[in-house]
C-alpha cells in the first residue's frame, strides 16, 4: 500500500524534477546524477516488464497457482531492489550533506574575502587627507606621491584578486548547490517508482491469489487467502517447502485435498485438483486417495510394518509432500483408470515412476514432479 511518505515523495519528485529540468547541467555530478535516474528507469521498465508477464490469464489451477508465484516473487525482488535503492539514498544523504556543509565553507571563504575589501575601501573614504587625486599632485620631493601611488596600485590588485576570488567561489557555490539539488531529485524520482511498482505487484497478486482461492474451495481444496488461513496454505510460497527436511514440511507449506486428511505440498495439491477435474469429467468421480504426505514418524511405522515395501524412512516422496498412493481403480495395473492416467497425468506435472513398475510394483503410487511442472 502506499504510505504517506510515498506521497509526499511523488509531490517532492514532481518538484525537484521540474527545478532541476530548469537548471543547466554539465557538471561531473550532475551527469551522474543524470546517469543515475536513467538506470533507475530502466530497472522500473524492468518491473514493469515482469508486471506485464502477469498480465497473462491463466486458464487452469496450476496456471493460475503458477502466475500467483510470479505475482509474489516479483513483489519480493522489488521490494529488494527498493531496499537496496532506500540504502543507496541514504549514502546519497550523506552525500548531500557533505555539498551542504562545502557549500556553507564556499560562502564563508567569500565573506572572509569581502571584508578586507570592504575594510580598506571603508578607511580610504573616511581619511579626509584623501581628497579626490590632489594628494598625488601636491608640491614636494614625489615620495609621498609614490607612495601614494603604490598604495593605489595595490589597492587595485587586491582588488581585482578579491573580485577574481569571490567568482570562483560565486561559482563553485552555484555548482554545488546545482548538484546538491539533482542528487536529491534523483534519489526521490528513483525511489518514488519503486514504490509504486511494488504497489502494483502487490495488487496483481491479490487478485490472483483471491481467484485461485475462490476456485479451490469450488473444489473443496482449503486453503489460505495468501497470508496464513487456518487449516490452509499460501499457493504462492512454493519454493519454501524444500527449505524443510523430509517428513518434517510444517502445516503453512501443506494443502488439504478435497479428501479428508489427506495433504500435499502446495504445487503439487493444485495440479492434482487440476488433474483430478479431467478425471472426474472422464470417469464422473473424484479419484480415491489412500495416502498422501507423510511425516517422519509415519514413514517409520509404515517401513517397519510393510518392509521391502517401503522407502527408509527420510528417503520418501512421500514425506517431501510430492507422491500419493490412488485407489478406486487406479490401483489395478492396466485397468481403465490406470492407463487413462497413465496416458493424461504427464499433463498436469504427475507421473508413475519407472522404478513403481517393477522394483517394487506399486501401480498405485504416482508423484509430481517440480520441473516437469515447472516446463508445462
Known amino acids: 500500500m502506499s504510505s504517506p511518505r510515498s506521497a509526499r515523495l511523488i509531490a517532492v519528485v514532481t518538484a525537484m524534477t521540474s527545478l532541476a529540468v530548469s537548471a543547466p547541467y554539465g557538471t561531473g555530478a550532475a551527469a551522474q546524477a543524470d546517469t543515475t535516474t536513467a538506470n533507475a ?95 598625488f599632485f601636491r608640491a614636494g620631493n614625489g615620495t609621498d606621491t609614490l607612495r601614494r601611488i603604490a598604495d593605489l596600485d595595490h589597492i587595485v590588485a587586491g582588488r581585482n584578486n578579491v573580485l577574481g576570488d569571490a567568482v570562483k567561489l560565486l561559482e563553485r557555490q552555484q555548482q554545488l548547490a546545482q548538484e546538491a539539488q539533482e542528487l536529491r531529485a ?3 524520482l528513483q525511489e518514488a517508482q519503486l514504490s509504486a511498482q511494488v504497489t502494483a505487484l502487490r495488487k496483481r497478486s491479490t487478485t490472483l491469489v483471491r481467484s485461485l482461492t475462490k476456485a479451490l474451495i469450488k473444489l473443496g481444496v482449503k486453503i489460505g487467502d495468501g497470508t496464513q488461513g487456518a487449516g490452509g496454505c499460501d499457493p504462492t510460497r512454493i519454493g519454501q517447502a524444500e527449505q524443510y527436511p523430509n517428513g518434517l514440511l510444517p502445516k503453512s507449506i501443506l494443502c488439504p485435498l478435497p479428501q479428508a486428511g489427506e495433504e500435499l505440498r502446495a504445487d503439487a495439491a493444485i495440479a492434482f485438483a487440476d488433474l483430478n477435474i479431467a478425471y472426474k469429467k472422464r470417469f ?30 527420510g528417503k520418501s516422496n512421500h514425506g517431501l509432500g510430492l507422491a500419493v498412493d490412488l485407489c478406486g481403480g487406479v490401483q489395478s495395473f492396466r485397468s481403465v483408470q490406470f492407463n487413462w492416467l497413465e496416458a493424461n497425468s504427464k499433463r498436469y506435472g504427475w507421473i508413475h515412476p519407472d522404478w513403481s513398475y517393477h522394483s517394487p510394483f506399486e501401480p498405485w503410487h504416482w508423484e509430481y514432479d517440480p520441473e516437469l511442472g515447472s516446463r508445462l
Do not use: H, W
Not at 495416502?291 to 510393510?306: F, G, M
Open 41 to 135: 528507469r530502466t530497472e522500473a521498465a524492468g518491473e514493469s516488464s515482469r508486471a506485464g508477464e502477469l498480465d497473462k490469464d491463466p486458464t487452469t489451477l496450476t496456471e493460475l497457482r503458477r502466475e500467483a508465484q510470479k505475482a509474489y516473487k516479483s513483489i519480493e525482488d522489488a521490494n529488494r531492489a527498493l531496499m537496496a535503492r532506500q540504502k543507496k539514498f541514504g549514502a546519497v544523504e550523506k552525500e548531500l550533506a557533505t555539498k551542504l556543509q562545502s557549500l556553507q565553507q564556499a560562502s564563508a571563504e567569500l565573506n572572509k574575502l569581502r571584508k578586507p575589501l570592504s575594510d580598506l575601501a571603508s578607511s580610504l573614504y573616511q581619511d579626509p587627507s584623501l581628497d579626490g587625486i590632489s594628494p
Open 284 to 313: 464422473g468421480t473424484s479419484m480415491c486417495i489412500s495416502d498422501s504426505y507423510r511425516n517422519l514418524s509415519e514413514q517409520q511405522s509404515i517401513y517397519y510394518r510393510r518392509p521391502g515395501f517401503a522407502a527408509t524412512p
Open 186 to 188: 534523483a534519489s526521490l
